[in-house]
């Protein structure tokens, strides 16, 4: 397929939601690591905070990096989208980060502190709950890189420049944050009748 070809099938008034996620890809694969490392200063702080900060030369770089491999490898084989396919992937990984800081609770000398996301929530959430939900999206965060980086280095050039379900994509957009906000609804609800 030649350029002008291309241009004609993803110029940039087609792009939409995928040249956004494209142009904010490197924004958010350094943004994410810095708050997770320096989310104890908005208010929930303990060791665990003292111990990020500690290892912020090492974590941020090393975040940022991993993030943006994929990136990488997409723009090296011609692509200057985010294809379909990889959206939903890319919009779970993203939050997952932002949820996994939320939801890390403060641990100090005399006991732990609700964390972040317990203070959406009026009666607060468990202590096992909190962890649970960071465990959850420490993991589904890392499944969500794997997935990303197998899509990144084995989707062609063409492939989904012309969507076969583009609404997946932009549902997952909308989507994944409205689960976030079921799941600590949820377990606000179980909290207060456990």
Request: aromatic content about 12%.
């Amino acid at each position: 397929m030649t350029t002008d070809a291309r241009e004609k099938v993803i110029g940039p008034e087609d792009a939409g939601l995928r040249g956004f996620v494209w142009y904010a890809w490197p924004w958010v694969n350094w943004l994410l690591p810095v708050y997770v490392v320096f989310h104890g200063f908005l208010g929930n702080g303990g060791w665990e905070s003292v111990m990020l900060m500690m290892g912020s030369p090492v974590i941020i770089p090393a975040a940022g990096l991993l993030g943006s491999l994929p990136r990488f490898i997409m723009r090296k084989s011609g692509h200057r989208y985010a294809p379909w396919p990889l959206l939903p992937a890319l919009f779970v990984l993203w939050w997952s980060w932002l949820t996994a800081a939320m939801a890390m609770p403060a641990v100090g000398d005399s006991g732990s502190d609700p964390s972040i996301l317990s203070g959406f929530v009026s009666g607060g959430l468990s202590e096992g709950f909190e962890n649970g939900v960071m465990a959850a999206s420490i993991l589904l965060g890392a499944l969500a890189w794997v997935l990303v980086l197998g899509l990144a280095s084995s989707l062609p050039i063409g492939a989904g420049e012309r969507p076969p379900a583009p609404l997946l994509g932009r549902l997952s957009f909308f989507v994944v944050p409205l689960i976030l906000v079921a799941v600590v609804v949820i377990g606000g609800l179980v909290g207060d009748h456990a």
